[in-house]
């Protein structure tokens, strides 16, 4: 079974970056979609970025150009870079990739902590 491993988070200071980095243990073929998602305490999960197969990427509306999402093809990683972070950021933050043969993985997820 493919896993998820994700690093980079921690607890940062109001207007800090941080950056998220997610890597499969095992090729994954056929990569559709990688993308990141959180969850902040007592919501529900919610989409932050996501970037196609053709390096298409969409954000979520609070993102307002604060974070950046990068893969490497040849690594097969995924990567969010966060900057200006607030209060509001501070969430439990996942790695997802799609790929064919209905793929859908998701990682255990990496805490973010926004707090002075």
């Known amino acids: 079974q493919v896993q998820l491993v994700e690093s980079g988070g921690g607890l940062v200071q109001p207007g800090g970056s941080l950056r998220l980095s997610c890597a499969p243990s095992?090729?994954?073929?056929?990569?559709?979609?990688m993308g990141w998602f959180r969850r902040a305490p007592g919501k529900q999960r919610e989409r932050v970025a996501l970037?196609?197969?053709?390096?298409?990427?969409n954000y979520a509306g609070f993102v307002k150009g604060r974070f950046r999402i990068s893969r490497d093809k040849v690594d097969q990683t995924v990567d969010l870079q966060m900057n200006s972070l607030q209060p509001e950021d501070t969430a439990v933050y996942y790695c997802?990739?799609?790929?064919?043969?209905?793929?859908?993985?998701w990682g255990k997820g990496t805490p973010v902590t926004v707090s002075s």
């Open positions: 997802n990739i799609g790929a064919q043969n209905n793929v859908d993985l």
């Open positions: 095992e090729r994954i073929g056929g990569i559709y979609a």
């Open positions: 970037i196609n197969s053709n390096g298409v990427t």
